[in-house]
């Protein structure tokens, strides 16, 4: 199957600061990627849509200005997540899906202090 | 919105009984997967069924889109097979995948 990576698969970082997260399909090609979250013991919840070339689409609720999403090549989507705080701590995973089927990165683990 | 949802929501089992997840959701969908996600975070793709029915070794699944339900089946389970277990859709001409609520599955020795 296609395979997708994340990095780093592990953060902490101090409120106030800005963390970036990579997502990369390494054997295929992505238009589009999508990011979500997840909390402890919850299901996850598509935060939104990653657009190569153009503006991302982002889910009811979720800030844009806070989740700064670029897709700038066909391989690789980066989600910032901007002026962190304690509530922004979360597991992000990133998925796309060539043909249809769904495929996750391994996830990023971010904890803001 | 389409909604899903996951039953039951969590299954303690002894290694080697069998066990059914189900799927209900309620609208048409393009397609439908199950997942498993292992203790460290990482979602594995289990199946994709739209529709009919799949086998892989002990796990098979089956949808019934016209009932708007899927089921999937674990047979002598292993502690390996812990973890939580979630059923996700597309629908319409959306690529976005919904996720259901999960099934949380503890297998003890």
């Known amino acids: 199957g296609a395979v997708v990576s994340q990095h780093p698969s592990r953060v902490i970082c101090k409120s106030g600061t800005s963390v970036k997260i990579e997502c990369r399909s390494l054997?295929?090609?992505?238009?589009?990627m999508f990011w979500y979250r997840q909390f402890p013991k919850k299901s996850l919840m598509l935060m939104a849509t990653?657009?190569?070339?153009?503006?991302?689409?982002?889910e009811q609720g979720v800030e844009k200005d806070k989740f700064l999403i670029n897709h700038a090549s066909l391989t690789l989507s980066t989600l910032t997540v901007t002026s962190a705080h304690p509530e922004d701590s979360s597991f992000y995973i990133c998925?796309?899906?060539?043909?249809?089927?769904?495929?996750f990165g391994p996830g990023t683990r971010l904890t803001v202090l | 919105g389409i909604q899903v949802e996951q039953s039951p929501p969590d299954l303690i089992l002894q290694e080697g009984a069998n066990s059914t997840l189900r799927c209900n959701f309620s609208?048409?969908?393009?397609?439908l997967q199950w997942f498993h996600q292992n203790p460290w975070g990482q979602l594995i793709n289990l199946f994709y069924?739209?529709?009919g029915t799949k086998q892989n070794g002990r796990l098979s699944a089956t949808t019934v889109a016209t009932e708007r339900y899927s089921l999937l089946y674990i047979s002598s389970s292993q502690t390996t097979d812990s973890g939580v277990y979630f059923c996700?859709?597309?629908?319409?001409?959306?690529?976005?995948?919904?996720f259901g609520s999960g099934t949380r599955l503890s297998i003890r020795p």
């Open positions: 998925s796309a899906a060539p043909g249809g089927t769904q495929y």
């Open positions: 054997d295929f090609q992505a238009t589009t």
């Open positions: 990653s657009n190569e070339g153009s503006k991302a689409t982002y």
């Open positions: 609208d048409s969908v393009n397609n």
């Open positions: 069924i739209p529709s």
């Open positions: 996700a859709v597309t629908y319409s001409s959306a690529s976005k995948i919904i």
